[in-house]
């Protein structure tokens, strides 16, 4: 284990040592902070993510020091004062972290993790805890999306030997058994976390010998229990699946063991999957399992099973230890609040033109809102930290990006996601088992709707801000961001040189767009300027977002697209359905409210 050869206290940026030799020196080493740690954006364009990494925080916050060898090293830098390396001799952390328990599945913007400490102690440990949030949130969310397309059958996780480092494997096998792996052959995992380790045979088993069918006998005596034979070495249907069955027949039927599995590593796994299938079936092993391995993730799955393969177990390597697809989780380490000299929390907020990019300040609650009928999750919900939500009563929710979208709930339960883990820098959660932890992930992901776990296109789920928390951000957005630059353009939606320069020009990340002409008796009168302006130029809009890469593109319609009964009505349906045209064909996010 790296952890135990390394002292972890200085995987950090060399920043956060002068910022804190700033804070020391300037008076600012006992103000209290907060910082949350979230991500923007899910991988793979998915639905939700899953939250990992936490016990691994547990462990680093626990044994958190400066050696004497690091006060030298940070000596020699000639960058800090003397008085601030005595503070890193005596330094523990003596803050408060709250966070959302491991295998509960999160959405952007809402905090995974909060710290409240004093600014040196929660500037310090901002790397290691964003590390080790992010690699195992990005691995726990791919493996979790991997054994969703595997449709209930066995996910193993393969990856160790190509896996991004030693700790990424190790680690990496941890997170995958959370999003719902059923074991990995990665030994030491098994030892020091408790994943189920297993494993049979690679090719050189079966080379080893004189000949396949010996090999495949051998190896039967050997473990008649966990007979699991390669058969892709040479010729999987001609010489391969024939061998192991006669292994079979003369091994393991005259012990009366019928647990039995042939692996398949090479080849169209669908067509020798049914093939292989067939074979057994006839030769009396139905109890005969196969499992399939090399360069799997869940799109390949799915498109197996669409083939109809045959397939009992999946063994999912660098796909899915790597992320390959995605491998960047994005998660940031922001500061939302400080208190003053009476201890009151003043509300911090980073500006910023990318909109996404504007934090939400204040040391916050989440709230998950449960239908209690169903017991579906409907949404998250963001508080400042001395709110209550009352179940009892209605609860108006609004998108903070378009605040006339509302929703009224009712019968529900509200539950806070975020836990106290330590309270002055004393632990105070119990962390649950690897086996419970899983078991909660499963738990809570079908807790979602279908149509937000689907992988293409899905649906949207809302976190939302109360009333008061929102009020906060506007006012520190008015405050700092009157010096946001504002440019106003004119120009005609109909002419597609002028949209080119102004994308090219402003590079936005989100388009509203209303499709301009609405009056609508002048539009009965004038049809074909209504067809011009607004369905051709939203046509132009619609292209001009998805060449410059835009983010989110937002089409304004109205009621009157219902059913339509006017030209305008009619040409704003049009345009609806434009915009839906993209759907699922370009990396921008279109939506029509």
């Known amino acids: 284990n790296t952890a135990e050869k390394l002292n972890m206290t200085m995987l950090c940026d060399f920043y956060e040592l002068t910022m804190g030799n700033g804070y020391f020196r300037n008076g600012y080493k006992d103000r209290i902070t907060y910082f949350d740690v979230f991500f923007r954006k899910v991988p793979d364009q998915g639905g939700f993510a899953i939250a990992a990494g936490l016990e691994q925080l547990i462990d680093y916050i626990e044994n958190l020091h400066f050696s004497e060898e690091d006060i030298a090293y940070l000596r020699g830098r000639n960058l800090f004062c003397e008085e601030f390396l005595d503070y890193l001799?005596?330094?523990?952390?003596?803050?408060?972290?709250?966070a959302i328990p491991e295998g509960t599945p999160v959405f952007p913007r809402e905090p995974l993790v909060v710290v409240r400490a004093p600014s040196i102690e929660a500037q310090l440990i901002e790397t290691f805890t964003l590390l080790t949030i992010n690699h195992q949130s990005l691995i726990a969310t791919k493996a979790n999306r991997i054994c969703r397309a595997a449709n209930g059958?066995?996910?193993?996780?393969?990856?160790?030997r190509r896996a991004q480092g030693a700790d990424a494997a190790i680690i990496g096998a941890r997170a995958a058994y959370i999003g719902g792996c059923a074991g990995t052959a990665c030994t030491i995992s098994d030892q020091l976390y408790g994943v189920p380790?297993?494993?049979?045979?690679?090719?050189?088993?079966?080379?080893?010998?004189d000949t396949e069918y010996e090999a495949f006998k051998t190896y039967c005596e050997t473990y008649p229990t966990n007979a699991t034979l390669l058969v892709d070495t040479y010729n999987t249907l001609k010489s391969g699946v024939p061998n192991a069955i006669r292994a079979f027949n003369e091994v393991l039927r005259p012990m009366g063991i019928s647990k039995c599995g042939i692996r398949l590593d090479s080849g169209d796994m669908a067509y020798l999957s049914q093939k292989a299938r067939k074979m057994l079936d006839e030769a009396g092993w139905p109890e005969c399992q196969i499992s399939v391995s090399n360069?799997?993730?869940e799109r390949l799955i799915q498109n197996l099973f669409l083939q109809g393969a045959q397939i009992d177990m999946f063994g999912v390597g660098e796909r899915m230890i790597t992320a390959k697809s995605e491998p960047v989780f994005g998660g940031v380490y922001k500061l939302t609040a400080v208190e003053n000299d009476k201890g009151e929390i003043i509300p911090k907020i980073k500006c910023s033109e990318n909109v996404e990019k504007i934090t939400i300040p204040h040391f916050k609650k989440v709230y998950r809102l449960y239908n209690r009928d169903n017991g579906k999750a409907i949404a998250d919900?963001?508080?400042?930290?001395?709110?209550?939500v009352d179940e009892n009563e209605p609860l108006m929710l609004f998108d903070p990006y378009a605040t006339w979208k509302t929703k009224n709930v009712c019968n529900f339960e509200a539950r806070e996601l975020l836990v106290p883990v330590f309270l002055n820098g004393k632990k105070v959660y119990q962390s649950p088992t690897l086996k419970d932890i899983q078991a909660y992930c499963k738990q809570q992901v079908n807790?979602?709707?279908?149509?937000i776990k689907r992988f293409d296109n899905p649906q949207t789920y809302y976190v939302d801000l109360s009333q008061k928390l929102w009020d906060i951000q506007q006012e520190l957005l008015y405050q700092y961001g009157r010096e946001l630059p504002l440019s106003v353009e004119i120009g005609s939606v109909r002419d597609p040189r002028r949209l080119e320069l102004l994308f090219d020009t402003y590079k936005p990340d989100v388009v509203f767009h209303a499709a301009a002409h609405k009056h609508v008796p002048l539009m009965e009168t004038s049809p074909q300027e209504a067809i011009r302006n607004n369905v051709f130029g939203t046509l132009n809009t619609v292209r001009a977002a998805d060449a410059h890469g835009v983010k989110k593109f937002i089409l304004i319609s109205t009621d009157k697209a219902v059913n339509p009964t006017s030209v305008m009505g009619a040409s704003k349906r049009l345009c609806e359905m434009v915009v839906q045209s993209m759907a699922g064909c370009s990396a921008t996010t279109f939506a029509a409210v």
């Open 89 to 98: 001799r005596n330094f523990r952390f003596t803050g408060d972290i709250y």
């Open 153 to 160: 059958r066995t996910v193993l996780e393969f990856g160790s």
């Open 197 to 209: 380790a297993g494993g049979t045979m690679a090719h050189a088993w079966v080379q080893m010998f």
């Open 295 to 297: 360069s799997l993730d």
């Open 381 to 388: 919900y963001m508080t400042v930290h001395d709110e209550v």
């Open 447 to 451: 807790t979602l709707w279908d149509e």
